[in-house]
C-alpha cells in the first residue's frame, strides 16, 4: 500500500482488522443505501447508533466500525502522519473493506455515505479526500484531514460532485476551524459539492442543525 492510500493488491493488516462490525437498519438485501458509521476516540460502534436513528430514511444499511481499543491511531490527528502509524493505514484499511463487501452485496459505492465523528471524521474526510470516486456523500463532524500540515498537491482526482457536508464549532478544543477550513478547501479541489457550518461555542458534539443537513444528503440519494 502507497503511504495513505490502500491498494487493493496488497491489502494492509493492522490493528483494526478482523474487528466487530456492528450492523442496524434495513437488511443489506433490501437496502437502497448505506452508511458506514466511524466513532470517535475512546468510543465503540455501538455509541453510533443512536446518531443513526437521527436519520429519517427507512431503507438504510448501517455498518459502526470497530478501533482496536476504541482508538483509530494514537496521537492528535494534527500530529505527523508517520507517528499514527499504523493505525491511519489499518483504519483506512477498514473503511476499504466495509466499501468492497457493500458494493458485493449490490450496494453501488454512489449510494454509501461514509460518516464520522471526531477521530472517526477524521479517518472518513481522509479515506474520501485519498480515494476520490462519487460516494452517496461524506459527513465529517468535528474533523478533518490528518497530518502536521495539508498540502493540496498531495490530493488529485475527482469525487464527482459528491456531496459533503462538515461541520464543527469554532472553538473546538480538539479541532481548529482551521483545518476544517483547510478540509473544505481540498475537498472543492476534487470537484466535490461541500457545505461547511461553523457553530459558534458548541463544543465537541453533534448538534440538530447538522443531523438536519445529513438528512438532506440521505434524501437525496
Same mark, same amino acid.
Given at each position: 500500500m502507497s503511504l495513505f492510500r490502500v !491498494?487493493?493488491? =496488497?491489502p494492509f493488516s493492522g490493528p483494526h482488522q478482523q474487528q466487530e462490525i456492528i450492523t442496524a437498519g434495513?437488511? *443489506?438485501?433490501?437496502a437502497k443505501l448505506a452508511m458506514i458509521l466511524i466513532h470517535g476516540r475512546g468510543a465503540t460502534p455501538?455509541? /453510533? %447508533?443512536? %446518531?443513526a436513528r437521527e436519520f429519517k430514511r427507512n431503507d438504510i444499511h448501517f455498518r459502526a466500525l470497530q478501533a482496536k481499543r476504541h482508538t483509530w491511531y494514537p496521537r492528535?490527528?494534527?500530529?505527523?502522519?508517520? /507517528?499514527?502509524?499504523?493505525? #491511519?493505514?489499518?483504519? %483506512? $484499511? @477498514? *473503511? +476499504?473493506? $466495509? *466499501?468492497?463487501? %457493500?458494493?458485493? @452485496?449490490g450496494i453501488p459505492t454512489n449510494t454509501i455515505v461514509l460518516l464520522g465523528f471526531s477521530q472517526g471524521a477524521c479517518l472518513a474526510t481522509e479515506f474520501a479526500a485519498r480515494h476520490p470516486q462519487r460516494y452517496g456523500g461524506v459527513v465529517g463532524l468535528s474533523g478533518g484531514l490528518i497530518g502536521e500540515s495539508i !498540502?493540496?498537491?498531495n490530493y488529485s482526482g475527482s469525487l464527482q460532485q459528491t456531496p459533503i457536508f462538515l461541520g464543527c464549532s469554532d472553538r473546538d478544543p480538539h479541532i481548529p476551524q482551521?483545518? &476544517? !477550513?483547510?478540509?473544505? =478547501? &481540498?475537498f472543492l479541489q476534487l470537484e466535490a459539492d461541500v457545505n461547511k457550518q461553523i457553530y459558534k461555542g458548541m463544543g465537541h458534539t &453533534? =448538534?440538530? !442543525?447538522?443531523? @438536519? +443537513?445529513?438528512? #438532506? #444528503?440521505l434524501n437525496n440519494i
Open positions: !491498494d487493493p493488491e =496488497n434495513t437488511e *443489506i438485501e433490501e455501538q455509541s /453510533m %447508533l443512536p %446518531l492528535s490527528f494534527l500530529a505527523p502522519k508517520e /507517528m499514527n502509524q499504523p493505525g #491511519i493505514s489499518s483504519g %483506512l $484499511q @477498514a *473503511i +476499504h473493506d $466495509q *466499501i468492497n463487501e %457493500l458494493n458485493e @452485496a !498540502d493540496p498537491a482551521e483545518r &476544517v !477550513d483547510q478540509t473544505e =478547501n &481540498v &453533534v =448538534n440538530q !442543525d447538522e443531523i @438536519a +443537513h445529513v438528512n #438532506i #444528503i
